[in-house]
């Protein structure tokens, strides 16, 4: 068998699956173009080290190209047509450096203060509408593409309930509301209802359209800037509104410090609620919180909390900025 055919066989079979899978056919193109239609028996590890490095890609696109062609490979050893995998070692992952933007709540009751003043003639979407997104955001720790997503059906008032649709990291879920959020949600589909807004969407445009991530990322973009909301010193990431995510879960345990709570107790329903997959991704959110709050987490969580978050310089730098 030819690599060729092995490689039509394979993207064939994953075709027939349903998914499209365009991204591994044109890896395993390009693999064969760099190598030549040579028998697969004779392919070897070297040709896939040149391969994977003959470009200067990022870590991130290594390891994509990496698992394609590793996945490839031992699928055919499998089934007998090579004698083992030919993949060198990865490159291990990139730890990130991003930290998200902690709104203040002052930066938050100016950036909807200045709602109405940030729309423009050809903007599709109401200032209520912006409003009550921010707000639900904010309030729920959702993400933008969760809550743009989310259906009038799903919308559960009387129940003081969101279901959700989740989306890629996130499972879906019913998340219960507080009051505070109910009467600003109660408020919005009363006037929903009164100026007869069209669609399924429960946030939607003026013409009942569907209002995309995208769209809520530019409004909140021009409303951080007019708000006048730089960001870090010296640091090229913008504030954007996937942070209000990350404030949310930090003014959350900020207030279950203040109030002595077990957090290994409350992480768990933290991580449930925001529709993280593991506890791990959620624990991350300890590290934000403000550094005159350090005495209370080592003493709420000491063993645990200790080696995550506490030597990191730069961290404990950023935190006493906030």
Known sequence: MTLEQAINWYVRRKQATGISFSK???????FLRATGNLDLSRVNVNHVSQFLNRSRASTTVFRVKHSLLRHFFEYWAAHGEISE????????????????????REELHRMLRLVPTCITKNDKIHPKTLRAILLV???????????TRL????????????????SRGKTSRSIPLGKDLIRVVQQYADWRKRVETQGDRFFSRMDGGFISPRAVQRNFERLRRKAGIAGFRKSSQKPCVRDLRATFAVHQITSWIKKKEDLDV?????????????????????RLTPARFQDALNKLS????????????????FLTEL
């Open 266 to 286: 409350m992480l768990p329903a933290l991580a449930a609620y925001i529709g993280n997959a593991g506890l791990e991704s959620t624990e991350r959110f300890l």
């Open 137 to 147: 955001l904010y309030a729920t720790g959702a993400s933008a593409c969760e809550v």
């Open 302 to 317: 000491p063993s645990r909390l200790h080696a995550r978050w506490q030597d990191d310089s730069r961290l404990l730098k």
């Open 24 to 30: 591994g056919y044109y890896l395993y193109r390009a």
């Open 151 to 166: 259906v009038c059906e799903s919308v559960d008032l009387q129940n003081c309930i969101f279901k959700l649709p989740g």
């Open 85 to 104: 995998s030919l993949m060198p070692a990865n490159r291990p992952p990139e730890r990130s450096t991003f930290l998200p933007y902690i709104y203040t």
